[in-house]
């Protein structure tokens, strides 16, 4: 992918394709997950432990094969398991209940079932080989015949095994090849000449969409933000213009939710029901409350909790702050390590000073609390219940309860002064320029 950036860690929808991956697998309902990992990837263990903290990791120290990357995850298969799923970081997209297909098959008595998918070019693909409902054989398209070349239905690459007979297969699998080199796709054969059934699901291209490049990286991103959305809606929030909306694989969005176009969320977001998210606003790591209204043109960074009906308005940004019900802050604005209490109303061109260039501070503004308009809160200060803090304030003592802060200069009057200064302006604009000439 012309990046330094392990492929396993290239994020799809605020994911990992290895996040992805491992989290369709527990969907499925795998008790136990083994990563097997290349050699010095040492980024793509500690994503795999992050996301799934009992995650078995194995290092396939030599690149024979997809059958002797499986191999190196032996001692988690030797435990024992009713079926063993193969999957594969680069192909991100595949459901949970794709997965749930392959198992079910071996709970009819397959031994090895493989997913198989129709392509819309299958040029280079491997066609599956089928009689009925049983896999006959993975054909490699350099080794098909014409007429098999006509088979629609390809190889999809993942697969699931029994446990009861998983490690038979793949021992045998290294045999099989002069070269040494071990394809997990042998393990069709091999079970067949053992006398076991193979069978073979079909699901959606999109579900085995490999990801080789980074075209095709952004291809597997706008099909899954098609399911994203399609799934927000049928669950009853409203998209203006769902194309231009951007969720992550985790976002949380309550009924009643409207979205407007241009609207991107970030990681670890939580929209409660009836909120509104208006046109341009940019959401991550944040919490908004039931029927709370944000943006246009806002930005709610980690930390970020509102309350029931919050208002954010444009070109406000809230950081590692609780707003709480009913507060508003309609324009301009950065709220950073604060509370500010229920009712509250924060004027606009309003900054909480938060970082002095070593540390961070907080601010507490208390309920139903004013603060005028261009007032800067110098941290750590605090804001009493009901308290009104001028326009144009800089607050740098704590304000009680009910009280009145003001801190600006006297505001003086020169009466002419502005049509002297114009005059001594213009006589020295006069003066640059020299004695006019006059013509003979």
């Known amino acids: 992918m012309r990046t330094r950036l392990p492929k396993a860690l290239h994020p799809i929808a605020g994911r990992t394709m290895l996040a992805h991956v491992l989290a369709s697998a527990a969907q499925a309902g795998c008790g136990v997950i083994a990563v097997v990992v290349g050699p010095d990837h040492n980024a793509v263990v ?8 009992k995650a078995q990791t194995y290092e396939q120290r030599e690149r024979r094969g997809t059958g002797h990357a499986v191999l190196a995850a032996r001692p988690a298969i030797a435990r024992g398991a009713d079926d063993i799923l193969v999957m594969f970081s680069d192909t991100p997209l595949v459901r949970v209940q794709t997965l749930i297909a392959l198992r079910a098959a071996l709970a009819k008595g397959a031994a090895v079932a493989v997913l198989g998918f129709k392509a819309a070019n299958p040029q280079g693909y491997g066609r599956l080989l089928t009689r009925g409902d049983e896999l006959i054989a993975i054909r490699e398209d350099r080794d098909a015949t014409p007429e098999e070349r006509k088979i629609p239905l390809c190889n999809g690459g993942l697969m699931a095994l029994s446990g009861q007979h998983a490690l038979a297969i793949l021992d045998r699998i290294g045999n099989a090849n002069a070269k040494g080199e071990y394809y997990l796709s042998d393990a069709v054969a091999i079970a067949r000449d053992m006398g076991l059934k193979v069978a073979a699901i079909e699901t959606t291209e999109d579900d085995v969409r490999g990801i080789n490049t980074k075209a095709q990286l952004a291809e597997a991103e706008a099909v899954l933000q098609q399911r994203l959305r399609a799934a927000a809606m049928e669950a009853g929030v409203t998209m203006i213009a769902p194309d231009t909306v951007f969720l992550s694989a985790d976002t949380k969005l309550g009924k009643d939710v409207t979205i407007e176009p241009n609207v991107v969320f970030g990681p670890g977001v939580t929209v409660e029901e009836g909120a509104t998210i208006k046109s341009f606003t940019y959401v991550e790591e944040a919490h908004v409350g039931k029927g709370a209204r944000v943006g246009p043109f806002a930005r709610l960074r980690p930390g970020a909790d509102l309350g029931t009906d919050v208002h954010i308005g444009n070109f406000v940004e809230v950081k590692a702050a609780t707003i709480e019900a009913g507060a508003k802050a309609n324009h301009l604005a950065y709220i950073g390590d604060t509370r ?3 009712g509250a109303n924060i004027g606009a061109g309003t900054i909480t000073c938060n970082y002095d260039g070593v540390a961070k501070h907080r601010t507490d503004i208390g309920k139903g609390a004013f603060i005028g308009s261009n007032s800067s809160l110098v941290a750590p ?15 740098t003592k704590d ?14 009057i020169k009466e002419g002064w502005a049509k002297r200064l114009r005059q001594v302006k213009a006589l020295g604009k006069n003066l640059r320029k020299g004695p006019s000439k006059k013509r003979a």
Not at 381 to 395: L, R, S
């Open 340 to 342: 500010v209490g229920e």
């Open 399 to 412: 304000v009680p309860a009910d009280a009145l802060a003001v801190a600006r200069t006297e505001q003086k």
């Open 46 to 53: 500690d994503e795999a432990r992050a996301f799934a903290p």
């Open 381 to 395: 200060v605090k804001i009493g219940d009901g308290a009104y803090v001028g326009t144009g304030t800089v607050v």
